[in-house]
């Protein structure tokens, strides 16, 4: 740790390791504290030791789905690779290739809601930014998702949603993300739509699907 403290890369990394995966102390009590990890690993690859930048890059990715984590990913295997560092450029290729999602058409209760088409907005928007590869299906349900097909179609996630008419002019839409790999959900959420605002709300759900997958 003294060797760590004073500044010594290889030393901070092999403290983060030690952080990240337990150590036992003089009463033989096992610890692991993550955040203190994330400090010596950032220290470590911040003086640019390129094994440091792979492992911080790792870290982020096992838990990706945070929000930020895949950008700090993308950027710790960038300044890795940039170094020449062969596991940190495959990973970027794999992290870097357009996110495969199926969204289904969003079911409707209530009267007549033609001009009111949330899906094909959402569809065209992803697919618009480059970052997403948009399929349609109606094989989504809020009831069952069947997780083990959407894998083998290479379906990183699945969205669907419904809207539901309370009155005249207002509804309640409804939208889930969930992530095939793990198979839990991302993000769910209930808002209310006036008749006029369908097509801002596909936008804004757009934004959100883009902030919940990529965390950008």
Known sequence: ???????????QLMLGNIQHGGFIDDDSNSYVDINESFKWYIKAASQGLVDAQFVLGSRYEENIEASGNR???IYWYTQAADQGHKESKERLLVLNKPFSIAIAPFEFTGEDISQKDVTKIISDNLTRSGRFNVSISEALTDNQIDFNSWKQLKKDAVVFGKIEQI???????????YDVSSQKSLYQKKVRVHNSGFRRIAHFLSDKIHEVLLGE
């Open 71 to 73: 950008q700090q990913a």
């Open 167 to 177: 009155s005249s002019n207002v509804y309640n839409l409804y939208i889930y993300i």
């Open 1 to 11: 740790k003294k060797s760590a403290e004073s500044g010594y890369s290889c030393a």
